[in-house]
Each structure stands twice: as structure tokens, then as C-alpha cells.
T-cell receptor, first 113, second 114 residues
């Protein structure tokens, strides 16, 4: 158990809908990262928050947004969903910025029908 | 543009023998490298890391070697055990504000044969 929690574990929805994925980092970790793993793909970085502020952006679609709250949990919002958004979404956390190990949650499997 | 490459999609090794997983990178700004292990339906689990100021790091049965001039790193597992069967991802990050994100390879599926 990495100490990072993600909810829900599975999510099935229809095209055009909007969903919210939630992540709670390890106790004491200030940085939260979101990654997407599509079928047969490696993990792709989406976005990072550090202590409530956006730190870095990767290949995140404009239909996707995220935020980190004062209690350091984070939410990833996916809207106008398309079939191609079906993937595993992982959240990771680390103590702070810099070259620290990132610890991953169990992921949310999103299926868009 | 695949900046971190794991050219072997799969590897089978006899139990008790050494497993060697390889990873190449192209971005010379990368200065921190990590290996993760992943079981199906679970998140990646951190195994071991190495900074670019070192060329070797050991942790129990796991050793990571870094060859900066060749932009190559490898993970050695010895002795290999059945529980080591999983997908292994190599990842890298660069130094500096906003560069902490990990760039992952596509993974190598390791199967340990009893």
C-alpha cells in the first residue's frame, strides 16, 4: 500500500459526459501528479500540483482540468468525454518538488461507452 | 518522440538466475532515473532510483546501473523469484522547477519461470 488513495476504482460512462476523479496523497506529500495510461501505452504525464498551485502541464487536453485543495487532495475533471478517453488514470504524490520518488495510487479505470 | 525507450517488450528468466532489464534515453537533461514494478490492476510500485551523479545503486536484490555517456540504464534482479513476474517501467526526470514529472518507457514484461 503506497498510501495514495484514488476513488472511484472503476467508472463507466457515456460519450459527452463529465466525470471527476479524486486522489488523496500520502500524508505529508505536497506534490500531486496525474498520469494517463491508455491501452498498450506507457504512462503519460498530464499535470502536477504543488501545495495547491499548478506546477507543470503535460499533454493534457483542454477538456481536462484539475485542482488541488487546501487539504492537498486533488481532483481531475474530464468533460465532453470521448471513446478515446477510456484509460487508466493514476495519481502519484511526492514529498516536495525536486527529484523525489513518486508513489502511485491504485488508479481509476475509466470506460467511455 | 519516445524519450525513454525499453526495447524489449518481454523477458523470460529462470528462477534463481539474474534478470537484466534495459532502458535507453535520449534527453540529456534527464538526471534522475527510477524503476517501477507494476502488477495488473494496480498502480506502479517504486523499486529503486539513481541520480546522475552515481553510476550504481543497490537495494537488496535490485541494482541499477547508469551509463551516462551511452544514455543507458539497466536493472539487475538477482536472484530472480516468481514474485518478480510483473511489468517493469523505467522512468526519468530532469532537474529544476516544473521538471519533476516522470517520463516513462513502455515497459518490459518479466516472467520468472519456476
Amino acid at each position: 500500500d503506497s498510501g495514495v488513495t484514488q476513488t472511484p476504482k472503476h467508472l463507466i460512462t457515456a460519450t459527452g459526459q463529465r466525470v471527476t476523479l479524486r486522489c488523496s496523497p500520502r500524508s505529508g506529500d505536497l506534490s500531486v501528479y496525474w498520469y494517463q495510461q491508455s491501452l498498450d501505452q506507457g504512462l503519460q504525464f498530464l499535470i502536477q500540483y504543488y501545495n495547491g498551485e499548478e506546477r507543470a502541464k503535460g499533454n493534457i487536453l483542454e477538456r481536462f482540468s484539475a485542482q488541488q485543495f487546501p487539504d492537498l487532495h486533488s481532483e481531475l475533471n474530464l468533460s465532453s468525454l470521448e471513446l478515446g478517453d477510456s484509460a487508466l488514470y493514476f495519481c502519484a504524490s511526492s514529498v516536495d518538488s525536486g527529484n523525489n520518488e513518486q508513489f502511485f495510487g491504485p488508479g481509476t479505470r475509466l470506460t467511455v461507452l | 518522440d519516445q524519450q525513454v525507450k525499453q526495447n524489449s517488450p518481454s523477458l523470460s528468466v529462470q528462477e534463481g538466475r539474474i534478470s537484466i532489464l534495459n532502458c535507453d534515453y535520449t534527453n540529456s537533461m534527464f538526471d534522475y532515473f527510477l524503476w517501477y514494478k507494476k502488477y495488473p490492476a494496480e498502480g506502479p510500485t517504486f523499486l529503486i532510483s539513481i541520480s546522475s551523479i552515481k553510476d550504481k545503486n543497490e537495494d537488496g536484490r535490485f541494482t541499477v546501473f547508469l551509463n551516462k555517456s551511452a544514455k543507458h540504464l539497466s536493472l539487475h534482479i538477482v536472484p530472480s523469484q516468481p514474485g518478480d513476474s510483473a511489468v517493469y517501467f523505467c522512468a526519468a526526470s530532469a532537474f529544476g522547477f516544473g521538471n519533476e514529472k516522470l517520463t516513462f518507457g513502455t515497459g518490459t514484461r518479466l516472467t520468472i519461470i519456476p
